[in-house]
């Protein structure tokens, strides 16, 4: 299951790297690429097995998508644009996935995972800490408030389909995520003027594509692994854009970065021994 992670991260890199790619600001490329994400996701909507679903169960599908992933994506624009960019990240980057689990399991994490889960913060922390330094900044409080609004509400998001049990499978959840984010890019889409070169429209389309295939499949991962697991995989991101940006971009990290990166490495590799522990509620 480790190698899904490790694809879904991948996948998470070659998203933020296409938006690299395209000469617009996050507010207009992201409706974008959501739009485009329907369109490839149509489909796959699997509209007779939500309609063979109790209406609880699809309460909760699209509930879920709706609270987690909409609030979390309206809190993080807010964030961004009182903050910047570096601060929003680094709230988001921690391992929340694994936090929502202690708040809601809470004597069921066991005090190994506590440990793992604070050695990723700590290592967010040190790698980030840099990046950290324009609290002075106007409007820099706030950000920190709506980029924390962001990471629970999109934890919660991505925890909310253990919650479902068997009720809802993971792909169903997916749809829901993609319809609803859909609703959010129409939405938004009509206050957006701009002019997209061919170049630009194909890089936007290979980032819809990676929203798509980055929606079912950690949709499908966090159902079935230990949130744990998932939120300190996750957490290593960074460090993949660490290996990526010096073998190709010949840009080497700093002694912060190769610090928490270690950390970061260290509590990943460090779950060996209880990956399973945890796997169902």
């Known amino acids: 299951m480790n190698i899904l992670l490790v694809l879904l991260i991948a996948t998470y890199i070659l998203s933020g790297f296409v938006s690299t790619q395209v000469g617009l600001p996050a507010a207009t490329q ?25 209406p609880r169960s699809r309460w909760l599908c699209f509930s879920t998508a709706f609270a987690g ?16 960019y570096s601060i929003a990240v680094f709230i988001t980057s921690l391992p929340w996935l694994g936090v929502v689990e202690f708040l809601i399991r809470r004597d069921s994490v066991s005090a190994r995972e506590r440990g793992v889960l604070a050695l990723s913060a700590l290592g967010c922390v040190v790698f980030f800490a840099p990046s950290l330094a324009f609290g002075s900044q106007p409007g820099y409080h706030a950000s920190i408030l ?4 962001a990471a629970m509400a999109g934890a919660f998001g991505q925890y909310g389909r253990r919650l479902h049990r068997s009720d809802v499978p993971s792909a169903a959840v997916a749809d ?22 061919g170049g630009e429209l194909l890089w936007l389309s290979v980032g819809g ?38 073998l190709f971009l010949g840009v080497w990290p700093s002694m912060w970065q190769c610090t928490g990166g270690s950390l970061l490495l260290i509590a990943a590799l460090s779950q060996y021994g209880f990956g399973t522990d945890s796997q169902n509620l």
């Open 30 to 54: 992201v409706p974008i690429r959501i739009i485009i994400a329907g369109i490839f996701a149509l489909p796959f909507l699997s509209f007779k097995g939500l309609r063979g679903l109790s």
């Open 69 to 84: 992933y909409m609030v979390g994506a309206w809190a993080f624009s807010h964030a961004i644009a009182l903050g910047g």
């Open 146 to 149: 709506w980029s924390s609004v």
């Open 176 to 197: 829901g995520v993609i319809v609803s984010a859909l609703l959010q890019a129409l939405a938004m889409i009509g206050t957006i003027e701009v002019g997209l070169e």
């Open 209 to 246: 594509g990676c929203y798509f295939l980055s929606n079912r499949l950690s949709n499908y991962v966090f159902a079935t692994v230990s949130p744990t697991v998932a939120a300190v995989w996750m957490s290593t991101e960074p460090i993949v854009a660490l290996i990526l940006s010096a």
